[in-house]
């Protein structure tokens, strides 16, 4: 795969594309940013255009340097990543990256090696790689991967040139899920709402069936705003609660809350094939109210995920709450019923 | 084929080249020219300050041919040696990779022969605080009687990591944290040398991102290069380190205050476009913020903020917000900090936040709830909510059943110093929000002869200092100990007793109570963690429906905002019902 195909992130993926064409690439390098949005890839790519055979520039995908880099069967190429229950980074690997790199390269131009949640070493293991980043021989380039680059030591920060990834956009997303991982429009779309802009989160619920969790959520939303009965409501909740994808529901009903919020403020919303169920429920009650309605679904949604709290009165609490908020949306008016 | 790094190949090779770290160079030379080196010796200070790149400067100031020698010449064979790690007589060792007691053994057993060709055989053993306690303790025996041509040179960037017993036998050099200042010297002297066009802003960013590192601010002058094919702006060095520009800062903070929702959004859209880390946001606001309240509350501090930019607007949201109101911006932007950690959509936590924040000023404050909430139960129609704006003074007060008497048991200190006492306690609040009385009580001094110095003190702020007056009226118990002023305050004003912790603030603090004292005092601030909100075990889910409505009191006292609730209203709680599965 060339520079050309990688998505998202095009200024800082061009910029890595002119650093191998004017044979300038800093041999220790920190890619950051969020979880998914092509960190590895660009990495891979890279590892790929410094070895490839047919290409010094731009990798061509099909050489067998590029097919063999692509199953981690290259020898100039060290991949590193967590393993075991600890998913951690283990300091035998990364020792062997540090004996290895003195070494020429066998078979290609560069020795490459990536380390795959680079945060996720303990101290020793991290600081026995200070000296091999800072003075690497002249064919060793080190890549480390992170999402979390405030976990890394100071000293090793300070050695390597920080890329910064950003997550992808809406659509960047929805067409990569299109185009090559076999996802329909529809269903593309609404991964991308899901997905905080991170193809792993995406694809993570892929096979999950969205489109009636999605109805049920506008519906759910519609009838709180509209102050349906506690009668209705708990029933209902007790039915979600059964729903093993009731944390997706949560996050769908998150994301909307959002969005009818960014509707109130004047900005873009993310499930955007919704607009006009959404522009509806934004006339229901509100900014202050919506702000709220978020709140409590990311409470729940994190109650549940983070604290095993009892499903069936979570979402009762949030169902009802939600209603109450939308029934009195100032304090006066919700006294003066009493 | 590779391309050299501009922190190495900008790695000074004599001492006169080492920038900011003057005390360590002068003790150095002067040792070398009249010859009283020292055995050992710790480099210790920060990441890229210069520790590695002296120690191989003293290693060749110390076997150069022409040496030992405060300048090396850099061209004998020892000194080409050492520049390329090739000398017999200056090992390099990495202590990471060499930490354990076999390693160590190793190298003392070959510190017993005499150097090969050099004056001295020199260990330089970087990042030492890696050795294990055996490593430690076997070098020990080698550092109490060294052979008379061994030197050692370790060099760490955590020195509490060093035992003392190591620490004892060397001479230690701490090295500073290099000035931006310094750096942006040093900066401007590469980038010449490279022939690269930058501006005096963006190397100025660069000095002051380096925080304090000399290679750190090389390593992001390198990536600049290689990003930049023109002229480098700063515009080009805060997108690639990710900086929050000041710019970007008072942007938000307008939105904020005027209410702009649209252009909030959008301020988050671009900062997440652009790779920006929102928790480095959420906290460089929060920084600005802080600097408005200290515009406000000091507005002679000024000279406290580094460039005059940085003081450009700040007045203008000082005069537009309240302390109120910018104490609670602060609340909430810190609750935000905490929670983006494990919000399942950072980027939605943080647009829902700042509008929030936008709507503060808004909402009806808590005051104002309070009053209707009590001129209903009064019977009386419930005055229109007037968000923060100042109310009218004498309003009539009336008390909804506090579940214990306030005001007759001890009358406030500001009762017993300030005006004369007013005709009915009930009717007439003064219009001051510290008068409130849902704030803890004050308490008194703790074994103090001079009881009444706190009340004394808050009376003199009142006037002078009303912000200051606003935190410390808040304090739950103080300590009066020599030069010492202690306040203690819950855990649940933490947000505002760390406001104190502002050295602006707290100079003010200090300069206030020592007059009052009319001896030099200096405040200390500490935050109870009172037991139940530190240890308290996480709420307990709620499940079964069998539990005794004791247990459902007890659990319900626990939860957070049903003790604030109580707190605020001085309630108690009656029943517990749950809701009706
Ligand atoms: N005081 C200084 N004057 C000039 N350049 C410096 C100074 N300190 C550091 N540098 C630059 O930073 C690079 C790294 O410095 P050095 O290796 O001495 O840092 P260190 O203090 O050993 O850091 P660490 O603890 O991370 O190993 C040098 O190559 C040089 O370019
Ligand atoms: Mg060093
Ligand atoms: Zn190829
Ligand atoms: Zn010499």
Known sequence: MSFEKLVGNRALVSRLARMVGSGRVPPSLLFCGPSGVGKLQAAMTLAKALNCSQSKTDPCGTCPACLRIDREEYADVHIARPEGAGRQLRADAVRQIVRETPFRPFEGRRRVSILIDADRMNDAAANTLLKTLEEPPPWAILILITSNAAALLPTILSRCQIYRFAPLAIEELSDLLVSDHDVDREQATTLAALSGGSLTAALSYRDEPLTDLRQEAVRLLTVVARGGREQDLVPWADRLAKDKRLLLLLHLLMGMARDVVATLAGGAIVHRDLKSELDELSQGAPLDAWLAAFELTENALENLRDRYLNKRLTVARLLVEMRELSRSRQLSPALDRQ | MAYEVLALKYRPKVFEDLVGQEAVTRTLTNAIQQDRIAHAFLFAGVRGVGKTTTARILAKALNCESGPTVRPCGTCAACEEIARGRSLDVLEIDGASNAGVEQVRELIDSARYAPSRDRFKIYIIDEVHMLSTAAFNALLKTLEEPPPTVKFIFATTEHHKIPDTILSRCQEHEFRTVAPGEIANQLRMIAKAEGIEITEGAIRTLARAASGSMRDGISALDQVIAASSEKIEEHDVTELLGLIERDVLRQTANALTGQDTASILKIVNELVRSGRDLRNFISALMQYFRDILVAKVAPEASELFELPDETAGLEKFAGELSEEDLLRALELLTQTEIALRSSPEPRFHVEVALLKLSQLRKLASFEDLLERFEALVAGEPPPPSSGSAPKPAAKPRVV??????????????????????????????????????????????????????????????????????????????????????????????????????????????????????????????RVQENGASKDAPPPAPIETEDKSSEDLQERARRDPLVRQFIDTFQGEIQSVKKPEA
């Open chain 2, 400 to 525: 909804a059943k506090p579940t214990k008497p306030k005001t007759e048991a001890s009358p406030s200190p500001e009762a017993k110093a300030g005006p004369p006492p007013q005709a009915t306690q009930d009717a007439s609040a003064p219009d001051d929000w510290t008068a409130r009385d849902d704030f803890p009580p004050l308490s008194e001094a703790e074994g103090e002869p001079s009881s009444d110095f706190m009340s004394q003190l808050i009376e003199q702020l009142k006037t002078a200092k009303p912000m200051l007056h606003a935190i410390v009226s808040r304090h739950t118990s103080y300590e009066l100990d020599g030069n010492r002023l202690t306040l203690k305050f819950l855990s649940s004003q933490k947000v505002l007793a760390e406001q104190l912790e502002q050295k602006m603030l707290k100079d003010l603090l200090e300069e206030q109570a020592s007059r009052l004292a009319d001896r030099k005092l200096s405040v200390t601030v």
